[in-house]
T-cell receptor
Framework: SAVISQKPSRDICQRGTSLTIQCQVD?????MFWYRQQPGQSLTLIAT?????????ESGFVIDKFPISRPNLTFSTLTVSNMSPEDSSIYLC??????????FGPGTRLTVL | AQKVTQAQTEISVVEKEDVTLDCVYE???????LFWYKQPPSGELVFLIR????DEQNEISGRYSWNFQKSTSSFNFTITASQVVDSAVYFC??????????????WGAGTKLIIKP
């Protein structure tokens, strides 16, 4: 299984600012995923990020609000732009191959004041 | 449409009791994959098991066991002789094979399991 790290582990931000979350994997992977998990809720997929192509966003998520970069097969970033208190969540990155399990990073706990 | 239902929002048992977490799924595909994950209070998601739709054998791993029944579209998870460390939120998830090009997991709402000492 892949080992995944995320930075920062947590942050408290002011509304209107942006935060970039980094996800690093210890091996090359094709597919990376970004999720949001609001308090007490299940996981919601934000987008799928494949290296060399634009991220694919799920319904309700747009690139202007959640721009994603995937410069190589071991790294990705998610930016939460123009934040509001509603963006307070845990943001998780994961990696996986079709039909197989996904492995998750430890998450980034974001609080927006 | 694909869907995963975990009807039990929260379960509370006393340590050493057995407990079963229910998972019911809906899918239009004949080939699919089912998963269970554990999310302890620390927040990190831990993969527990993957099962494909052609393998209906029950799985046992230590105190954990899984009962897959296609006839009832269920993939239930049982913890035997529960321990306080089993306290966590448990998620069931589904992946359909035809979504290869846009692979994603369909998640249940999760069941919060509380084991009291």
């Amino acid at each position: 299984s892949a080992v995944i790290s995320q930075k920062p582990s947590r942050d408290i931000c002011q509304r209107g600012t942006s935060l970039t979350i980094q996800c690093q994997v210890d091996s090359q992977v094709t597919m990376m995923f970004w999720y949001r998990q609001q308090p007490g809720q299940s996981l919601t997929l934000i987008a799928t990020a494949n290296q060399g192509s634009e991220a694919t966003y799920e319904s309700g998520f747009v690139i202007d609000k959640f721009p994603i970069s995937r410069p190589n097969l071991t790294f990705s970033t998610l930016t939460v732009s123009n934040m509001s208190p509603e963006d307070s969540s845990i943001y998780l990155c994961s990696v996986g191959e079709p039909r197989n399990e996904q492995f998750f990073g430890p998450g980034t706990r974001l609080t927006v004041l | 449409a694909q869907k995963v239902t975990q009807a039990q929002t929260e379960i509370s048992v006393v340590e050493k009791e057995d407990v079963t977490l229910d998972c019911v799924y809906e899918t239009r595909d004949t080939t699919y994959y089912l998963f269970w994950y554990k999310q302890p209070p620390s927040g990190e998601l831990v993969f527990l098991i993957r099962r494909n739709s052609f393998d209906e054998q029950n799985e046992i791993s230590g105190r954990y066991s899984w009962n897959f029944q296609k006839s009832t579209s269920s993939f239930n998870f049982t913890i035997t002789a529960s321990q306080v460390v089993d306290s966590a939120v448990y998620f069931c998830a589904l992946s359909e094979a035809f979504l290869d090009s846009n692979y994603q997991l369909i998640w249940g709402a999760g069941t919060k399991l509380i084991i009291k000492p």
